[in-house]
């Protein structure tokens, strides 16, 4: 049986574009979180308002509805419970890829994206939430300081090692 996988982290960390390149290597489908957010929670953020739990729980059960055998998901599951209702709904195992990052790192990464609603300004709101996975979550971890390349290939010899 595959498992599903939710590449997580905060904002600018690299969910999408490690996410969507981790997945052709795998061969698995890849999602992004952020095509799934109601046009509200997008129009909040880009007036730099962060989500509450409220905006979050609808946004997180369409998430949980398309975690499926063989996909990995971007998604921000920046808390515990968070987590825990996708871990719930998930038909198969469901593993964790955290993508952790200093905070300079991801300012810089998300100065340099074009297009995307999300503001640096909302980056500490989000780093304030984040529950880091615990050890009990058996998350699989890549530190973002390196290249996509060298990310990609560490998250892919831990799920290979774990034969997740």
Known sequence: MRASYVIMGVSGCGKSSIG??????LSLTFLDGDDLHPASNIAKMARGEP??????LPW??????RLVPGTVVACSALKRSYRDLLRESAPTPLTLLYLRGRRETLIARMQRREGHF???TLLDTQLAALEPPSPSECPVIADIEDT???IVQ????????RQL
Do not use: K, V, Y
């Not at 989500?51 to 979050?56: F, G």
């Not at 560490?154 to 090692?161: A, E, F, G, V």
């Open 51 to 56: 989500l509450r739990d409220e905006d979050r």
């Open 20 to 25: 969507r390149a981790l997945a052709g290597q």
């Open 118 to 120: 999300m503001p640096t």
């Open 60 to 65: 997180l059960r369409i998430i949980a509805s």
């Open 154 to 161: 560490c998250l892919s010899r831990q799920i290979r090692s």
């Open 148 to 150: 996509q390349d060298a």
